[in-house]
């Protein structure tokens, strides 16, 4: 029932935790090998343009210097085009699960990326008390 659900594997109880680390390890393994396959794309929108594979961004044609987390925050964002991410979301999705910080960092991010793309900063919309979005101008 589980695999027709969706789930890529489960463990059953009473369990080993070398057999369980070994599947979890796997899972992982897979996801990561996948991951970098989907990473050889470029993300467009109007005059922003964002290359996954060389980590670099355009906005009009000219280079835009971001920080690891800046980007992290703009490719996330602009994957998930007109959805709602979280702060939590992206905390999970950029520092992971044991990050213990404050959630309001990604306010400062997301202004520090807002200030460096310039005009095209508008494509980064605030849902209050939701998250952020990125949405295609007309």
Same mark, same amino acid.
Do not use: C
């Given at each position: 029932?589980?695999? #027709?659900?969706?789930? $890529? $594997?489960?463990?059953t109880k009473p369990y080993s935790?070398?057999?369980?680390?070994?599947?979890?390890?796997?899972?992982?393994?897979?996801?990561?090998?996948?991951?970098?396959? #989907? $990473?050889?794309?470029?993300?467009?929108?109007?005059?922003?343009?964002?290359?996954?594979?060389?980590?670099?961004?355009?906005?009009?044609?000219?280079?835009?210097?971001?920080?690891?987390?800046?980007?992290?925050?703009?490719?996330?964002?602009?994957?998930?085009?007109?959805?709602?991410?979280?702060?939590?979301?992206?905390?999970?999705?950029?520092?992971?699960? #044991?990050?213990?910080? $404050?959630?309001?960092?990604?306010?400062?991010?997301?202004?520090?990326?807002?200030?460096?793309?310039?005009?095209?900063?508008?494509?980064?919309?605030?849902?209050?008390?939701?998250?952020?979005?990125?949405?295609?101008?007309?």
């Open positions: 029932m589980g695999f #027709e659900l969706g789930a $890529d $594997d489960y463990v935790p070398r057999v369980l680390l070994a599947r979890a390890k796997r899972l992982l393994a897979s996801q990561l090998s996948h991951s970098l396959t #989907e $990473d050889h794309e470029i993300l467009k929108s109007h005059h922003l343009e964002v290359d996954l594979r060389s980590h670099t961004v355009k906005a009009d044609g000219e280079a835009i210097k971001l920080t690891h987390t800046e980007f992290e925050i703009l490719s996330y964002l602009m994957k998930n085009k007109n959805i709602v991410v979280s702060r939590e979301q992206l905390i999970v999705k950029i520092w992971g699960y #044991e990050y213990a910080g $404050d959630e309001r960092t990604i306010n400062t991010h997301i202004r520090n990326l807002r200030h460096k793309l310039g005009k095209s900063a508008n494509h980064i919309k605030t849902v209050v008390r939701a998250g952020y979005k990125f949405e295609d101008l007309k």
